[in-house]
């Protein structure tokens, strides 16, 4: 039977570097542990509730209209702002079209006024 010779867990030696490297195991787990929850957090503070709504819409809307403003979008407050400027453009579109039908219909209802009266005038 021959001795070996070195670090062994039942020399003074061993001991110390059994105890260097549980003390950096400790570490290690507290660091993991500290990542893991700092993780947590910024996913808690990230989260939308309609996240996944939102995604869908943006990637709905890319392949169905395949404009070209959206492709560069990178980021979803980039595409809520898109969206946001899109009703107001879409807004602004139905503003202007419901003023014209009013200036027609109002066109129609003088047209229709001045028939009358030439009517009761023969």
């Known amino acids: 039977m021959s001795k070996s010779w070195g670090s062994s867990v039942h020399t003074s030696e061993g001991n110390v570097a059994g105890s260097r490297a549980a003390k950096l195991e400790r570490d290690r787990n507290e660091l993991i542990d500290e990542l893991k929850k700092q993780r947590q957090e910024d996913d808690a503070a990230t989260k939308i509730p309609n996240l996944r709504q939102i995604d869908a819409r943006f990637r709905k809307e890319m392949l169905e209209t395949g404009d ?17 400027r899109k009703k107001t453009r879409r807004d602004i579109d139905e503003f202007e079209k419901s003023a014209e039908e009013d200036m027609r219909s109002r066109a129609k209802k003088k047209k229709k006024e001045e028939k009358k009266k030439k009517k009761k005038k023969k």
Request: charge should be negative; charged fraction near 40%.
């Open 68 to 84: 070209d403003q959206l492709y560069g979008l990178k980021t979803r407050e980039e595409f809520e702002a898109y969206q946001e």
